[in-house]
């Protein structure tokens, strides 16, 4: 959202007033246009995410926060003679899933950029598909530092597709700033650190681990837990009689909810730390009272608090979207508006209408899109990657997640 005025997303849009009709096709380079039924083109913007299954909760604020910046740019008739579209499709976490959401994508031909997806494994999975396509994808939430800078990313950065660009900030930041917090300011020197084995959990854990050694902190203990498991007494005992003081977690709050729960009840009375991706109100009842006092990092500052974000959190709740925009909302919001000026972009350099190659073009105006958003500044760097680098600790106070520090990581 850029420092403009937000026109109110009225009750009447919210029902779905304003009519938008169906895509028409495009020639076969993905350039050309279909005419929305009022004299004017169509543009659709793409959503990947789990909108059933575990994750759900954070995939549908993703989906309902990128139908509020269509809404909003059609409203404002932000980009003139263009209505936008959204078509959102459920990856359901997994990344077999993703790639074939991409390839529907792909064949939209109205689709000129894609928001998404959630999960940094499902978004390796749709990188070469959308890049082969030329058609731009920004990931709200994707954290994973090889996704933009190569496998190699801590030894030699190299950025592997020129079409995938992230809002949110990478583990290469979220993990040390993680373990910075724990070391230093909670006063923790012994760790013991778990993670799902998946490409975000695994990486996170890796990245907090070489920081907190670097401190000087303790590793008393590592172990993998399988994500499609609910009994972690196992490990739970593991943790227990390794003499940790805490606990950190590579995964997301499906898995470490009840992961907190039985550290607790096997006699760890100790604090769980986690990512972004335990960052959500479902992790909380998950855990239940056993999560009082866990821990959890998060991309930017919180949206509640930035006077950026005012217009953004009204605007949601006045358009009665049944589910919270979560810990992505404003992410996903700022990565739809990023399309939305590459688009107008494209449409003003070419005299007001799309170009035959538009999803090449778009791809190119993404490099150099700037705007004030609802999470700060949006800007990307050579990689793709968010020049925004700040992140928040939240502590699970009173049954919710409160603010204890934000901040950049130093290193």
Same mark, same amino acid.
């Given at each position: 959202?850029?420092?403009?005025?937000?026109?109110?997303?009225?009750?009447?849009?919210?029902?779905?007033?304003?009519?938008?009709?169906?895509?028409?096709?495009?020639?076969?380079?993905?350039?050309?246009?279909?005419?929305?039924?009022?004299?004017?083109?169509?543009?659709?913007?793409?959503?990947?995410?789990?909108?059933?299954?575990?994750?759900?909760?954070?995939?549908?604020?993703?989906?309902?926060?990128?139908?509020?910046?269509?809404?909003?740019?059609?409203?404002?008739?932000?980009?003139?003679?263009?209505?936008?579209?959204?078509?959102?499709?459920?990856?359901?976490?997994?990344?077999?899933?993703?790639?074939?959401? *991409? =390839?529907?994508?792909?064949?939209? @031909?109205?689709?000129? +950029?894609? $928001?998404?997806?959630?999960?940094?494994?499902?978004? #390796? !999975?749709?990188?070469?598909?959308?890049?082969?396509?030329?058609?731009?994808?920004?990931?709200?939430?994707?954290?994973?530092?090889?996704?933009?800078?190569?496998?190699?990313?801590?030894?030699?950065?190299?950025?592997?597709?020129?079409?995938?660009?992230?809002?949110?900030?990478?583990?290469?930041?979220?993990?040390?700033?993680?373990?910075?917090?724990?070391?230093?300011?909670?006063?923790?020197?012994?760790?013991?650190?778990?993670?799902?084995?998946?490409?975000?959990?695994?990486?996170?854990? *890796? =990245?907090?681990?070489?920081?907190? @050694?670097?401190?000087? +902190?303790? $590793?008393?203990?590592?172990?993998?837990?399988?994500? #499609? !498991?609910?009994?972690?007494?196992?490990?739970?005992?593991?943790?227990?009689?390794?003499?940790?003081?805490?606990?950190?977690?590579?995964?997301?709050?499906?898995?470490?909810?009840?992961?907190?729960?039985?550290?607790?009840?096997?006699?760890?009375?100790?604090?769980?730390?986690?990512?972004?991706?335990?960052?959500?109100?479902?992790?909380?009842?998950?855990?239940?009272?056993?999560?009082?006092?866990?821990?959890?990092?998060?991309?930017?500052?919180?949206?509640?608090?930035?006077?950026?974000?005012?217009?953004?959190?009204?605007?949601? @709740?006045?358009?009665?979207?049944?589910?919270?925009?979560?810990?992505?909302?404003?992410?996903?919001?700022?990565?739809?508006?990023?399309?939305?000026?590459?688009?107008?972009?494209?449409?003003?350099?070419?005299?007001?209408?799309?170009?035959?190659?538009?999803?090449?073009?778009?791809?190119?105006?993404?490099?150099?899109?700037?705007?004030?958003?609802?999470?700060?500044?949006?800007?990307?760097?050579?990689?793709?990657?968010?020049?925004?680098?700040?992140?928040?600790?939240?502590?699970?106070?009173?049954?919710?997640?409160?603010?204890?520090?934000?901040?950049?990581?130093?290193?």
């Amino acid at each position: 959202m850029r420092q403009r005025s937000l026109i109110a997303i009225t009750a009447a849009l919210a029902a779905g007033a304003l009519t938008l009709t169906a895509c028409g096709s495009r020639d076969e380079d993905g350039g050309g246009s279909s005419d929305s039924g009022n004299g004017g083109t169509t543009v659709v913007i793409g959503v990947d995410a789990p909108l059933t299954g575990d994750l759900s909760a954070l995939g549908l604020g993703i989906k309902n926060s990128v139908d509020l910046a269509a809404k909003t740019a059609n409203k404002e008739k932000y980009v003139e003679g263009v209505t936008f579209e959204i078509e959102a499709l459920d990856d359901q976490g997994q990344a077999s899933v993703g790639q074939q959401n *991409a =390839t529907k994508l792909v064949a939209n @031909k109205d689709v000129l +950029g894609v $928001v998404g997806p959630l999960n940094s494994s499902v978004g #390796e !999975s749709m990188q070469k598909v959308f890049d082969t396509a030329k058609l731009v994808e920004v990931s709200p939430a994707n954290t994973n530092p090889a996704l933009t800078q190569g496998v190699n990313w801590q030894k030699e950065k190299a950025r592997p597709y020129k079409s995938y660009f992230r809002t949110a900030t990478t583990d290469a930041i979220q993990g040390p700033f993680a373990a910075q917090y724990v070391h230093n300011d909670a006063k923790k020197k012994k760790v013991f650190v778990i993670d799902d084995k998946k490409t975000y959990g695994a990486g996170l854990a *890796a =990245t907090f681990t070489e920081e907190f @050694k670097k401190l000087g +902190g303790q $590793v008393v203990g590592t172990e993998h837990i399988n994500p #499609e !498991s609910k009994d972690f007494s196992a490990v739970a005992t593991k943790v227990k009689n390794s003499g940790a003081d805490v606990v950190y977690y590579g995964g997301e709050y499906p898995q470490a909810g009840p992961l907190s729960k039985q550290i607790k009840e096997a006699g760890a009375k100790i604090p769980l730390v986690g990512g972004d991706g335990i960052y959500s109100a479902d992790f909380i009842k998950l855990a239940g009272a056993a999560g009082t006092g866990d821990l959890a990092t998060s991309v930017g500052a919180p949206v509640e608090e930035l006077p950026s974000a005012k217009e953004f959190v009204a605007n949601y @709740k006045d358009a009665g979207y049944e589910e919270a925009f979560e810990a992505y909302g404003g992410y996903s919001y700022d990565s739809a508006w990023a399309i939305i000026e590459a688009v107008k972009k494209v449409v003003e350099d070419n005299d007001g209408k799309l170009p035959d190659d538009a999803r090449a073009k778009v791809v190119d105006a993404m490099q150099n899109v700037s705007f004030d958003g609802v999470t700060g500044k949006v800007s990307f760097d050579e990689f793709g990657d968010a020049t925004n680098k700040q992140l928040t600790v939240y502590s699970v106070k009173d049954g919710n997640w409160a603010t204890v520090k934000s901040g950049t990581f130093t290193g």
